[in-house]
T-cell receptor, first 113, second 110 residues
Framework: GAGVSQTPSNKVTEKGKYVELRCDPI?????LYWYRQSLGQGPEFLIY????????DSGLPNDRFFAVRPEGSVSTLKIQRTERGDSAVYLC???????????FGSGTRLTVV | QKEVEQNSGPLSVPEGAIASLNCTYS??????FFWYRQYSGKSPELIMS????GDKEDGRFTAQLNKASQYVSLLIRDSQPSDSATYLC??????????FGKGTLLTVNP
């Protein structure tokens, strides 16, 4: 596609449930990033993929969060046992190997009730 | 000390004026600097990048970098109501892991 696609655009889930957020990057982009943006804050880095592997997952807040990119294209961010504090907009971005400057997707707004 | 600091605003300027947005950062090893614009309810959009000291101009936008002072700024000339948005400063030493400020809300009044 022309841009970074994220689905769903909105997700409401109950506390304790499991959720998956999907990101489809720009075709040909080898690097993929996940960020989280809470209300009134700037985006916060979660994880960076180069190809299929997670090159840096230092931003994942705890072991309830996990992300995969099995074929080096689409990525899924998985959150187990969701908590109300996980409520935020989850942003995905991709770039070519140069890495300079991201193109963000439109985000998934996650609400945990 | 926060890693990237921005005045949260709101910064209000009249249409046609120059808007000046400022950002300071704490990591002296930072190599790349970016300005993103974020409209309410939308995702951030990259508008400027700067990598070396001095000024970089692109249309009505000028980014300024002073690594010695750990300071980055964005000037918007001839401000338009459509420039009203939150402007996010981001820095990185790694070229992939951006650290963002909280953003400055700019309002351009017709």
């Amino acid at each position: 596609g022309a841009g970074v696609s994220q689905t769903p655009s909105n997700k409401v889930t109950e506390k304790g449930k499991y959720v998956e957020l999907r990101c489809d990057p720009i075709s040909g982009h080898t690097a993929l990033y996940w960020y989280r943006q809470s209300l009134g804050q700037g985006p916060e880095f979660l994880i960076y993929f180069q190809g299929t592997g997670a090159a840096d997952d230092s931003g994942l807040p705890n072991d309830r969060f996990f992300a995969v990119r099995p074929e080096g294209s689409v990525s899924t961010l998985k959150i187990q046992r969701t908590e109300r504090g996980d409520s935020a907009v989850y942003l995905c971005a991709s770039s070519d190997m140069g890495g300079y400057g991201y193109t963000f997707g439109s985000g998934t707004r996650l609400t945990v009730v | 000390q926060k890693e990237v600091e921005q005045n949260s605003g709101p910064l209000s300027v009249p249409e046609g004026a120059i808007a000046s947005l400022n950002c300071t950062y704490s990591d002296r090893g930072s190599q790349s600097f970016f300005w993103y614009r974020q409209y309410s309810g939308k995702s951030p959009e990259l508008i400027m990048s700067i990598y070396s000291n001095g000024d970089k101009e692109d249309g009505r936008f000028t980014a300024q970098l002073n690594k010695a002072s750990q300071y980055v700024s964005l000037l918007i000339r001839d401000s338009q109501p459509s420039d009203s948005a939150t402007y996010l400063c981001a820095v990185t030493r790694s070229n992939y892991k951006l650290t963002f400020g909280k953003g400055t809300l700019l309002t351009v009044n017709p």
